[in-house]
C-alpha cells in the first residue's frame, strides 16, 4: 500500500489512465440522461498534514539519526570494554559515559519524532488511496446503475416520493389521562393449574 520515490503521482495517473482508458466492448450506448457524475470533494478529515518536503526532511534526520545512535552505542560500548579490561576505573567511566547519556536520550527522542511523523504520512496516504478507491468505485456503481435504471422503465430516485404517513387525530390532554388512568375493561384470564 505504500509508495515510495518520485514516481508515485506518475504512478497514480496511469492506474487512472488504466481505469479510464480501457476500450468499451460494443455494449449499447449510453443514453443521453445519464447525467455526468463529479467526484466527491476531499474532506478536511482526509488532507494530509505532512507535506512533501515535510517527509523527505524527516526521512533524512530519521536516517542520520539512526546513525548516530549506533556511534553513540559504539562509544559507550567501548568505554564499558575498557572498565572491564581494567584500563580505566568506575568513577572515570561514570565521568565518560555521563554525555554519551545524555546524546542518546536527546536522538531517541528525535529518532522518536520523525518516526511518527514517517508513520503520519504513512498512514495519511493510506486514508487517502483508501478515500480515492471508495470514490472511483462509488462513481463507477452509480454510473453502472444511471445507465441500467433507465432500460427497466423504472423511476429515479428523485422521482419517487415517500408517502407521508396520515397524522392521528389530535386528543386533548384531559382525555388522554382519563384513559390511562381508566382500568381496564377486559381482565386477562387467569391460569391456574386446573387450566391445563
Known sequence: ???????????????????????????????????KLEP????????KTVTESDITKARNRLRVANLERDIIGDA?????????????NEPEKNQMIQPYKNDLKRVDADIDTYKKTV??????????DLFKRFQETFLDIQARIEKIRPSLNLPGPTDSTPAEPNPA?????????????APSKEKPPRWNDSNR
Open 1 to 35: 500500500m505504500q509508495r515510495k520515490g518520485t514516481g508515485h503521482p506518475f504512478a497514480l495517473l496511469t492506474e487512472l489512465i488504466l481505469l479510464f482508458g480501457k476500450k468499451k466492448s460494443h455494449e449499447d450506448p449510453v443514453p443521453a440522461t445519464v447525467t
Open 40 to 47: 466527491f470533494p476531499i474532506p478536511d478529515t482526509i488532507r
Open 169 to 181: 387525530p389530535a386528543k386533548s390532554e384531559p382525555q388522554e389521562a382519563t384513559d390511562q388512568n
Open 119 to 128: 508513520d503520519l504520512y504513512e498512514l495519511e496516504a493510506a486514508k487517502e
Open 76 to 88: 559507550l560500548t567501548k568505554i564499558y570494554e575498557a572498565e572491564a579490561k581494567g584500563t580505566i
